[in-house]
């Protein structure tokens, strides 16, 4: 099974709706990040959790909120969707307590805004 | 302010060759981590190597090494004998310690074929 997964894999949604990404991974993980995907671009960060109490936004947080529901889940919602939303989500985990610089992704969320 | 930049859109190279994917970053902090990914055509991202600030050696990882130049702010990767499963996007991307945050600045990617 893979250690970070991500739900659900492909989404297309309408303008104006509520749509929820989740992310539970079985590393053990403290650290969580949420990044978007455009086309020609590379990876930019929505937000980031270091535990449960303790969320932090990205560079390109506006139109999104997240929830960390628990140290292995850590959820990106969309509050009202708009079509520039469209792109490829992946959810990260790293672990900074052992000081281990990689970061694991989730195999990724291609969610379109009609 | 932090910034990588993959000035190679595209790349080509022939089987069982080896192929350089240029990567320069600019940071003010002392220390830092490097890291490449790939990402195939299915869209996962793969880890593939890391290069902390302060490695005297150039890593390894199979038949990745990362060509890091430190005063140059350079962070290549060289591909060894490349394969046809080769091909895909590849991230550089940079983490800079002092700021506690263990996000990734990444840079814009270069897709890499390889011809048979």
């Known amino acids: 099974d893979a250690d970070v997964t991500q739900t659900p894999r492909n989404r297309i949604t309408k303008t104006g709706k509520r749509i929820m990404l989740e992310c539970s991974q079985t590393?053990?993980?403290?650290?969580m990040y949420w990044y978007r995907q455009d086309p020609g671009l590379g990876l930019r960060l929505i937000y980031y959790?270091?535990?449960?109490?303790?969320?932090n936004k990205g560079e390109i947080s506006d139109g999104y909120s997240v929830s960390r529901q628990a140290q292995a889940k850590f959820s990106l919602s969309l509050e009202s969707a708009i079509p520039n939303q469209t792109a490829l989500y992946f959810c990260?985990?790293?672990?900074?307590?052992?000081?281990?610089?990689?970061?694991?992704f989730g195999p990724g969320t291609r969610l379109t805004v009609t | 302010a932090q910034k990588i930049t993959q000035t190679q859109p595209g790349m080509f190279v022939q089987e069982k060759e080896a192929v350089t994917l240029d990567c320069t970053y600019d940071?003010?902090?002392?220390?830092?981590?490097l890291f490449w990914y790939k990402q195939p055509s299915s869209g996962e991202m793969i880890f593939l190597i890391y290069?902390?600030?302060?490695?005297?050696q150039n890593a390894t990882e199979g038949r990745y090494s990362l060509n890091f130049q430190k005063a140059r702010k350079s962070a290549n990767l060289v591909i060894s004998a490349s394969q046809l499963g080769d091909s895909a996007m590849y991230f550089c991307?940079?983490?800079?310690?002092?700021?506690?945050?263990?996000?990734?600045?990444f840079g814009q990617g270069t897709t890499l074929q390889v011809k048979p």
């Open positions: 990260a985990t790293s672990d900074w307590r052992t000081g281990g610089n990689e970061q694991y």
């Open positions: 590393k053990g993980h403290d650290r």
């Open positions: 959790s270091f535990d449960v109490k303790d969320i």
């Open positions: 940071t003010s902090d002392q220390s830092y981590g």
């Open positions: 290069q902390g600030s302060y490695d005297e």
């Open positions: 991307a940079m983490r800079e310690i002092s700021s506690n945050t263990g996000k990734l600045i």
